[in-house]
């Protein structure tokens, strides 16, 4: 059984910054591996954060967080992280790890723009605060 589960979440201020970790067991590590960070805030539609391949390490943020998150992976830990940097009070929302298996980095890469509509497995999120 495949579980995943953030933390790393907190209330900060705008300009600091955080680094959430998704733990993945029972997830089946391979070259087709696709993994990625959502998010939600309240009274909105889940949007993409950013997604990384295993096969290459390809990874894709979406433009609101380009130079300021840094997706990354640790296999042998089975965790998956988001550095966030710069944080401004619109990054304020329910933050989810999802992963699943795709066939090129191309297809994960676009699930960045797709919401996550497409990934396998969801944890429960970790909830980020940004305040002014």
């Known amino acids: 059984q495949v579980q995943l589960v953030e933390s790393g979440g907190g209330s900060v201020q705008a300009g600091g910054s955080l680094t959430l970790s998704c733990t993945a067991s029972?997830?089946?590590?391979?070259?087709?591996?696709?993994m990625g960070w959502f998010r939600q805030a309240q009274g909105k539609e889940r949007e993409g954060v950013a997604t990384i391949y295993t096969g290459g390490g390809t990874t894709r943020y979406a433009g609101s967080v380009k130079g300021r998150f840094t997706i990354s992976q640790d296999n042998a830990k089975e965790t998956l992280y988001l550095q966030m940097n710069s944080l401004k009070v619109e990054d304020t929302a329910m933050y989810h790890c999802?992963?699943?298996?795709?066939?090129?980095?191309?297809?994960?890469?676009?699930?960045?723009?797709?919401?996550?509509?497409?990934?396998?497995?969801w944890g429960k999120g970790t909830l980020v605060t940004i305040s002014s």
């Open positions: 999802a992963a699943g298996w795709r066939n090129s980095a191309g297809s994960c890469a676009v699930l960045v723009t797709t919401g996550g509509s497409g990934m396998t497995y």
């Open positions: 029972g997830y089946y590590y391979s070259g087709t591996s696709c």
